[in-house]
T-cell receptor
Framework: DTEVTQTPKHLVMGMTNKKSLKCEQHMGHRAMYWYKQKAKKPPELMFVYSYEKLSINESVPSRFSPECPNSSLLNLHLHALQPEDSALYLC?????????????????FGEGSWLTVV | AQSVTQLDSQVPVFEEAPVELRCNYSSSVSVYLFWYVQYPNQGLQLLLKYLSGSTLVKGINGFEAEFNKSQTSFHLRKPSVHISDTAEYFCAVSALNTGNQFYFGTGTSLTVIP
């Protein structure tokens, strides 16, 4: 069983809607990640938070807005999405990450949130 | 820059037969290597990892992998597969000089045939 929990598991939203994806981990990890995954493709990194600060943004469009309220929680706010944004969104965490010297830390993934934009 | 190549996009294999999923990487610095499995409609689960030490690494579900620095490979093997091993398998590298950024291969879809 994964120790990274994501809600909701499925989300259908219109292009004018505002919604959020939520993620929680209780492993004491200080790095949290958002990945986007299309069918039969590898995960693509979107954002990395290190010690609750955004450390990596992989040139993600502003219609995706991450938030890290505390060391256990990570949100992804969604607004004015496009149909091509439909995908599996994976949250993940590692003991440390997002800064040089943290390589080699296992990244633990949640089950994902399936997003469909109509 | 780092890159990972998984040459086999699909591997069909009969139940109880052995399997090898190939992974090659390219990097100018030392790397850490990982294999993840993704079952249908689920997230990624760590199978095994190589950080240092013995080049033969044993993981969960009877899988093992061997790190070969001269051939820049980290192939995944299992001596006898089960139906339940049907899944997508991703190889990933994390380079020493990065912030734990993982570079994933394109994945290998393993189908175990009864």
């Amino acid at each position: 069983d994964t120790e990274v929990t994501q809600t909701p598991k499925h989300l259908v939203m219109g292009m004018t809607n505002k919604k959020s994806l939520k993620c929680e981990q209780h492993m004491g990890h200080r790095a949290m990640y958002w990945y986007k995954q299309k069918a039969k493709k590898p995960p693509e990194l979107m954002f990395v938070y290190s010690y609750e600060k955004l450390s990596i943004n992989e040139s993600v469009p502003s219609r995706f807005s991450p938030e890290c309220p505390n060391s256990s929680l990570l949100n992804l706010h969604l607004h004015a999405l496009q149909p091509e944004d439909s995908a599996l969104y994976l949250c993940a965490s590692s003991q440390v990450g997002g800064r040089v010297g943290s390589a080699g830390n296992t990244i633990y993934f949640g089950e994902g949130s399936w997003l469909t934009v109509v | 820059a780092q890159s990972v190549t998984q040459l086999d996009s699909q591997v069909p294999v009969f139940e109880e037969a052995p399997v090898e999923l190939r992974c090659n990487y390219s990097s100018s610095v030392s790397v850490y290597l990982f294999w993840y499995v993704q079952y249908p409609n689920q997230g990624l689960q760590l199978l095994l990892k190589y950080l240092s030490g013995s080049t033969l690494v044993k993981g969960i579900n009877g899988f093992e992998a061997e790190f070969n620095k001269s051939q820049t490979s980290f192939h995944l093997r299992k001596p006898s597969v089960h139906i339940s091993d049907t899944a997508e398998y991703f190889c990933a590298v994390s380079a020493l000089n990065t912030g734990n950024q993982f570079y994933f291969g394109t994945g290998t879809s393993l189908t175990v045939i009864p």
